[in-house]
């Protein structure tokens, strides 16, 4: 039985702690949070789960064997640092830290003592993006030309971390994932702060690649309308992903186009194809369960989950350098 | 009566022809095209229209007051050039030319001799832009916070200009119109190329300005669906634009945040306002008329139009910036 | 303090536990259910709330004021009457009763004693429809010209009752609530049951006025995507409630139609008119919060709710011509 | 080479003009209508076509084989049997004829004599309409179950016919030719006049089968929104055909329910299935150039075309047998 210790009890914490209690071969031992009332809400519903106010009564106790951190961002490096240092597995909320010096340390306390560091990129357990994912993985989308994604809604301004952070996280989790962990070479971001606080709240990143592929991802807490809308350009096929619409996220088009260049070399042929759209019926799961389970199985199996930490220190180096380039007007960084 | 000279028959000179035949005050005099066949179709519905393969002809006609250039686009300086040179005013398809440096000249050269020299921004004189356009004049949007358009769709590469030339050149016109005229202070822009041509077919512009509005434009010819969206956001409305809907193009949203300092000053307030949606009824008129009939007036009345010059050099300006920073990767350009 | 005794814990039974235990003046007394694991799950939420097998117990009690019924349809006029007989207020779930004389006769019990008898018609507890009701209201529709309603989705066949006492049921409460009460001088109903058990899956209801009114409904199991779509035309506006929308559920169009005659009487003249759309902003409210609150209102401050007695009467009345209608192929019934 | 005339000049008659030339084997011959600038118009178009006022001049010209009627319904049977008995094959716009007593006497007359008679059931020829007649032929549906089909807009009500004969007319056609011309055993048709002139314009039929099939059609001049959208479900899968869908039209689920019966015979068990859904491609054909050309081949190959006469006696059997139910409530007609 794997116990876990769960550190903050806000939006998402008590998610995480159902889905914990949820998963054969683990239990929740104990929880932390600063806010009393936020605990006791924990207990009327599992009597069982420890209480306590400060993380480090769960990185002390020895019956606990993992760490599961939904904190805000900036305590990432910290509370992981100091749970892995004291021989627990860690899982944090996205994003795994702040910067890609940070992640590369908590990967190497990791692996020196054999522990498993995961982050929560929540939308690789979802039915669509496992669709996605097999869609390219099987060959059928061809090579992969382009990746659009848009996220944008109204609210919940992030008051220390730019948009980004908030929201582009999530589409770079997706594209490391469904790419198989494609690095790019360079990066491009744009955007505005709207208010004195000073935090981008409407910004695009591109994404350059030594190939033909290209990434660009829009992120805004300012839209009018919610839109998380996601087109997949390959060789062979395109997909669009709307994760707005109720059930029909996935849709596949044997559309596309080529390039032949007939004998006249000063001449392109390009031609046009728009075939049939196919609409697969997606499993209905819940992502965040998938996870806890991805986590667990991660200690008890030794598996590699799919959040691993290698994804996530692909996302943080990006989201590094689009800040960088976002606060340089779109200034090409290198990575 | 004006007399207007047609250079051009390919895929848009014929609706030329039929807009400026029913403009009052105006009559198509001549068209000029290589192709025969073309000559021919316009022969049949106007038997007493002019035919010729050389647009010469046109510019060295002195019955013909008027020159409308509907040729590629790396022709549009040249034949502009030519028909000032012999005092016609002249209307040119979009874009107007291909750098700052040529329009300038050929604005310098109509100022000189007192002619009209505009602009094709077709979308200009369409209902749904003039409504923008009045909602933002009246003040009920607020100051302009963002323009974030998407024109994307698949077909029709441009064996020699890029996405940018062919659609973002739309979006552009359009931000120059609603906003006034507003220059931005630098360009990045972001994109690639998937044929061997090695002509972008996917971009991305990004715009900065000297104050809290920002733009973006994204352009495809390699997109499943047919999108054209824009999101105007302001401080005291939103506005989405969709262009493919057939009869609610737009829609106002009483929608917004809003940003206070408490005493305490180390947090902030966020207030977000979801509030009603307005869906103005537009006028049904044919916008290519109204281009006609502007471009009329402004000979005979001396009127300045809505395509005007400067509306053309702003485009074309920062299309040039666009395309500079598009081969470097989002490299900031100053302009 | 009203005490209640609910009656029923299927699927909607722990929502109105929920519900009535969250409103000011009133406190779930005891519930009652032949199913043991149903009564745990509320014991494990609700301590303090008294279990029974056998409802009898409920209405014998002397200290519980209301009983709430959440049974099957067939079950409702007995367990009614036996609660108004030991005196308590009653409300159940929709439909009030199978036929029009069941429904009179509780109503009888009920006025007799000073009890409240209600229905849960919860969609008059919900924005949209609230809404709809206030526009009607002000006059700004004009004239109730026709109410189409069409509410269809894929599954749960009901194994006794027929799709319009499972589906119409809603349409009709609601279009009897925005009517003010309007009763139908006929019905014809059409339909088919597509399986052995002969109860009708598909079916059509048609409502004549005696005056310019006109409202149809159609209900199936059957349909591959779930609708939820009524159309409301007066002489001068036309609404549109479509409440599988997540936020727009409602558009109101200022459009219609008028017929004039002018002087050469063998002459129609109708003038179309098409108008802006409005989209109003509608609360978000939990509608069975609104239902708890109107029954136990009706019980300490003697007030008529909104699924009173009458509109059940109305609705009832309706349901049983038409089934009546149903099985004779659209024969018009007179009521 | 089939030598064509056609009568009435209204809104669809040029259509037809344009559709005819266009045929291989066929020509225009002659036109006829009372309106001077009508017949000036298609004179500008093709010159060399023969103008009349007066149909019968059509009639009465030995060198016509053809006859094709764009006139208003109530001119249908005169003409056609007018042009028949002057041995010309004869096209009319839908519907055929009045009644069914109209239609046999046509039939039989064109049956004596060898000449085609054909009604303009223009859908049929639609790359929707025949793709799901081609699903259904497959067998890829299963059997029928139902036809459910909404055709409403805002606008032209016919001041003679009701909007059954103005609209169902298409859905009749379209279940007539996708059912390999089911015929019902009875109809229930309802619905209202808004207007002094007394025409129906709301109006619901439903036709009962002998199995287990069932159709309903919803038809109005007074929905503020336009909508086309047939339903059709069957025992494999189920279609969606939205014509007002740029491109989407079709949609085919593989969605279902199935009841079986377990031993305990008091029970039933549905069982529910959601699948895929597929969006095939259709071709991009013109339906009215179909029509003309199974007009000209039904002459010169003796071909039965899709639009035959057996079709338009089904389809005005029906509206017969509609409209008479729909001034009596619903009252059920057996046919």
């Avoid at 039985?1 to 769960?6: A, L, N, T, Y």
Wanted: net charge negative; aromatic share 8%.
């Amino acid at each position: 039985m794997i116990k876990v210790g769960i550190v903050g009890l806000g939006y998402w914490g008590p998610n995480l702690v159902r889905n914990f209690q949820s998963v054969n071969g683990a239990e929740v031992h104990s929880v932390a949070d600063f806010d009393n009332n936020r605990l006791q809400k924990i207990h009327q519903l599992y009597p069982k789960i420890n209480l306590c106010n400060d993380a480090n009564e769960i990185f002390e106790n020895p019956e606990i064997d993992a760490v599961v951190l939904a904190t805000p961002i900036n305590t990432h490096y910290d509370l992981a640092k100091k749970a892995l240092l004291k021989n627990k597995s860690v899982m944090v909320e996205k994003p795994l830290a702040t910067s890609r010096a940070e992640v590369l340390e908590l990967m190497e306390i990791a692996d020196a003592r054999g522990l498993s560091l995961m982050v929560d990129h929540t939308f690789l357990y979802t039915g669509a993006v496992q669709k996605i994912k097999s869609v390219i993985d099987s060959g059928e989308l061809g090579n992969l030309q382009y990746f659009d994604s848009t996220r944008i809604n109204l609210g919940l301004f992030n008051p220390n971390w730019s948009v980004i952070w908030d929201l582009a996280v999530h589409d770079l989790s997706i594209f490391d994932y469904i790419s198989g962990g494609k690095k790019p070479v360079a990066v491009s971001a744009t955007g505005i702060a709207h208010t004195k606080m000073g935090i981008e709240n409407l910004a695009y990143i591109s994404l350059f690649f030594d190939d033909d592929t290209f990434a660009h991802i829009t992120s805004s807490w300012i839209s009018p309308v919610k839109i998380r809308k996601t087109l997949i350009g390959g060789t062979k096929k395109m997909i669009i992903y709307d994760d707005v619409e109720p059930t029909e996220k996935i849709k596949i088009y044997d559309s596309g186009f080529s390039v032949s260049t007939p004998e006249d070399m000063h001449k392109w042929l390009i031609d046009y194809r728009f075939g049939d759209i196919y609409i697969p019926k997606l499993p209905q799961i819940e992502a965040l369960k998938g996870v806890a389970e991805d986590f667990i199985r991660s200690i008890s199996e030794k598996t590699t989950p799919l959040g691993n930490a290698n994804s996530g220190l692909n996302v943080v180096t990006i989201l590094e350098a689009a800040q960088k380039s976002l606060v340089n007007r779109g200034e090409t960084i290198i990575i």
